[in-house]
C-alpha cells in the first residue's frame, strides 16, 4: 500500500507562486515508478500536469503548464515536488499527487494507482 499526503496548496494573485509537496509512504513505495500532478476544477475533468520517472527522471507536462511548472522528486525523502510559476486563474483546481507502479504512463490518469487527497490551489485575477 501506498499513502500519499499533499500540502502547499493554497490562494495566490495571478503571477504569484506556490510550490506543492507529495510524500509517499507505505510498504509499496519502494515500488513506485512513476510520480504525477494531476488537477481538476469544479465542472471540469481530471487533467494531467506533470509526472517525473522515479528512477530515470524522465518528465512529461501537460502543455498548459509548459516553462511555467516544474515537477521535481527527492527519492531519498520519497518527495515530489512542483514548483508552480506565473500563476494564472485558470490554474485553480484541486491538485492531487498520484503514484504510478508502471513505467509507461505518461499522464493518463487511469494508469495511476494511488492518490492523495489533494490540496486546493486558487488564483485570483
Known amino acids: 500500500q501506498v499513502l500519499l499526503v499533499e500540502s502547499g496548496g493554497g490562494s495566490v494573485q495571478a503571477g504569484g507562486s506556490l510550490r506543492l509537496s507529495c510524500a509517499a509512504s507505505?510498504?509499496?513505495?519502494?515500488?513506485?515508478?512513476?510520480m504525477g500532478w494531476f488537477r481538476q476544477a469544479p465542472g471540469k475533468e481530471r487533467e494531467g500536469v506533470a509526472r517525473?520517472?522515479?528512477?530515470?527522471?524522465?518528465?512529461d507536462y501537460a502543455n498548459s503548464v509548459k516553462g511555467r511548472f516544474t515537477i521535481s522528486q527527492d527519492n531519498a525523502k520519497k518527495m515530489v515536488y512542483l514548483q508552480m510559476n506565473s500563476l494564472k486563474p485558470e490554474d485553480t483546481a484541486m491538485y492531487y499527487c498520484?503514484?504510478?507502479?508502471?513505467?509507461?504512463?505518461?499522464?493518463?490518469?487511469?494508469?495511476?494507482?494511488?492518490w492523495g487527497q489533494g490540496t486546493q490551489v486558487t488564483v485570483s485575477s
Open positions: 507505505g510498504d509499496g513505495s519502494s515500488s513506485i515508478a512513476n
Open positions: 517525473i520517472h522515479s528512477r530515470f527522471g524522465t518528465i
Open positions: 498520484a503514484a504510478a507502479l508502471l513505467n509507461d504512463v505518461g499522464l493518463s490518469s487511469n494508469l495511476y494507482h494511488y
